[in-house]
């Protein structure tokens, strides 16, 4: 069942993103925050030790750490990130997120336009 965005891209709106997330105790949680033509916010929480293996998305992307903390590999360097670490990947950039800890990231992906 696919769930609506949590804000509507037509509308101004606000939103608290600690009050967003939801936890769990052995999953992977992902919520749709804003869903537009040339941009899509989603809100992941990870239970500690779950993982994404190496991946790559055509689009240009934005993590910014929430809370907790994780390994990131981007472009085969891991780093561990925290709270208030932010990450910009390039268009195809591999990457790969290992939760060391139960930690929340916010994503933004930005689609180039359909008239470019």
């Known amino acids: 069942m696919k769930l609506s965005a949590l804000l509507e891209s037509a509308e101004p709106g606000i939103l608290n993103l600690q009050?967003?997330?939801?936890?769990s105790a052995s999953g992977i949680v992902s919520r749709t925050?804003?869903?537009a033509d040339q941009?899509?916010?989603?809100?992941f929480s990870?239970?500690?030790?779950?993982?994404?293996?190496e991946h790559a998305t055509p689009a240009r992307a934005l993590v910014q750490i929430l809370s907790g903390s994780c390994e990131f590999v981007l472009a085969g360097k891991a780093s561990v990130l925290k709270a208030g670490d932010f990450v910009h990947m390039p268009p195809g950039a591999l990457h790969a997120v290992r939760a060391t800890e139960a930690f929340?990231?916010?994503?933004t992906l930005l689609r180039p336009s359909s008239d470019a």
């Not at 990870?46 to 993982?51: D, K, L, P």
């Not at 929340?104 to 994503?107: D, E, H, N, V």
């Open 104 to 107: 929340t990231m916010l994503l």
């Open 33 to 35: 925050v804003l869903d």
């Open 46 to 53: 990870f239970a500690a030790g779950q993982s994404l293996t």
């Open 19 to 23: 009050e967003a997330a939801q936890s």
């Open 39 to 43: 941009l899509r916010v989603t809100l």
